[in-house]
């Protein structure tokens, strides 16, 4: 059995604005396999974003290929990357990204929506979901009427939900108090053990990447060295 799910291959990214051409990516070559725990490091601007949404199917690399579990991503069309995206992607950042809103349990359900599954089914995995990270008793309460770690737990949870193969993790402590980040932090760990989900967490704190089972160093959009625990 072949238990790659993304394939990097000789991969690029330039971003062009007003006719100069910025190579944010260079040459990225990197296999990530079913279950890793990936830390991506490197010092603000060095492509870690830029890498993350390109594994995440929202940025098309400029040159080389994406393999998402053996299917080439260039050979195939963007409502289907959409797809592929909602049903084994689950992304997490600095922000939270909820919606202001929603109460906590729609944040949850919201991926939800464009998989074919009944209101009932989306709202009993949504509560699931918000049971793992420990809120269950927060379900109705909106993003304004939550700590900074609880809106994090929630957007683990909405990462979670759709049982996701990869969660990407941009990011997900910069914004907390140390305390705080180091709750999130062993959630994210607890999670990816439990759900044995691929994780790829970048963060230029490089305590927290140090925990991670497989470390990547990003210099200026190169791999410039990795670390397997
Ligand atoms: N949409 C964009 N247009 C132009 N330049 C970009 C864009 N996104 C990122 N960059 C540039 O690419 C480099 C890498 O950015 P990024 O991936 O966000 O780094 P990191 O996440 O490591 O801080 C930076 O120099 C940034 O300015
Ligand atoms: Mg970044």
């Known amino acids: 059995m072949n238990d790659t799910i993304l394939n990097f291959v000789n991969i690029d990214k330039v971003f062009s604005s007003e006719g100069i051409d910025f190579t944010a990516l260079q040459n990225i070559n990197l296999?990530?396999?079913?279950?890793?725990?990936?830390?991506?490091?490197?010092?603000?601007?060095?492509?870690k974003t830029t890498l993350l949404n390109v594994a995440g199917l929202i940025d098309p690399p400029t040159r080389g290929d994406l393999f998402i579990k053996n299917i080439n991503t260039k050979n195939i069309t963007d409502n289907e990357l959409s797809l592929i995206r909602a049903r084994e992607i689950g992304f997490i950042f600095q922000t939270f990204n909820l919606l202001p809103l929603l109460s906590a349990l729609e944040n949850v359900?919201?991926?939800?929506?464009?998989?074919?599954?009944?209101?009932?089914?989306?709202?009993?995995?949504?509560?699931?979901?918000?049971?793992?990270?420990?809120?269950?008793?927060?379900?109705?309460?909106?993003?304004?009427?939550?700590?900074?770690?609880?809106?994090?737990?929630?957007?683990?949870?909405?990462?979670?939900?759709?049982?996701?193969?990869?969660?990407?993790?941009?990011?997900?402590?910069?914004?907390?108090?140390?305390?705080?980040?180091?709750?999130?932090?062993?959630?994210?760990?607890?999670?990816?053990?439990?759900?044995?989900?691929t994780v790829m967490l970048c963060s230029h704190d490089n305590?927290?990447?140090?925990?991670?089972?497989?470390?990547?160093?990003?210099?200026?959009?190169?791999?410039?060295g990795e670390v397997i625990k």
Not at 147 to 165: E, H, L, N, W, Y
Not at 167 to 191: G, Q, W, Y
């Open 207 to 224: 305590d927290l990447i140090s925990r991670t089972h497989r470390q990547i160093k990003i210099t200026d959009g190169q791999i410039t």
């Open 109 to 197: 359900e919201y991926p939800l929506m464009i998989l074919n599954l009944s209101e009932e089914e989306r709202i009993q995995r949504a509560h699931l979901a918000l049971k793992k990270v420990g809120l269950e008793n927060f379900t109705h309460h909106r993003p304004s009427q939550l700590s900074g770690g609880q809106r994090q737990r929630v957007a683990f949870a909405r990462a979670i939900v759709k049982d996701p193969t990869l969660i990407l993790a941009d990011e997900p402590t910069a914004n907390l108090d140390t305390k705080t980040s180091e709750e999130v932090f062993e959630l994210l760990v607890r999670l990816q053990e439990d759900l044995k989900v």
């Open 31 to 47: 296999k990530i396999k079913k279950g890793e725990f990936i830390g991506l490091s490197g010092k603000s601007g060095s492509g």
